[in-house]
């Protein structure tokens, strides 16, 4: 016979089976989504920005999320979601977490031009 590991289970579950103790190379507490506030994002040349993600893990706790620009001559962002406007055009900036992604959509447009002007 084997014996498992004691589990915890949270308030609210209906049931759990304790399972085996993952072996090194699996998870213990994936991230299973990813969450970020918003999917699109306008900013004039220039302009900078704040994107905020974050993964959900199994245990409900959050998990940090990195980030990534798809066009970085429109738009660059550090690993923690700084984002700077470089020049006009669109641009695809991705937030990973635990091998699930999310991405938004930047626009970036001239000053005077667009809903921008006046």
Known sequence: ?????????????????????????????????????????TLQVGASAKLVAYGIRASGRRAKATWTSRSVWTATVTAGGQVRARRAGSAILVARAGGLSVAVRVTVVRVGSGRWAR
């Open 1 to 41: 016979s084997s014996t498992h590991p004691a589990t915890t289970v949270p308030p609210g579950t209906p049931s759990a089976t304790p399972s085996p103790t993952p072996s090194p190379t699996a998870t213990a507490d994936p991230v299973v989504r990813l969450h970020t506030a918003q999917t699109r994002l």
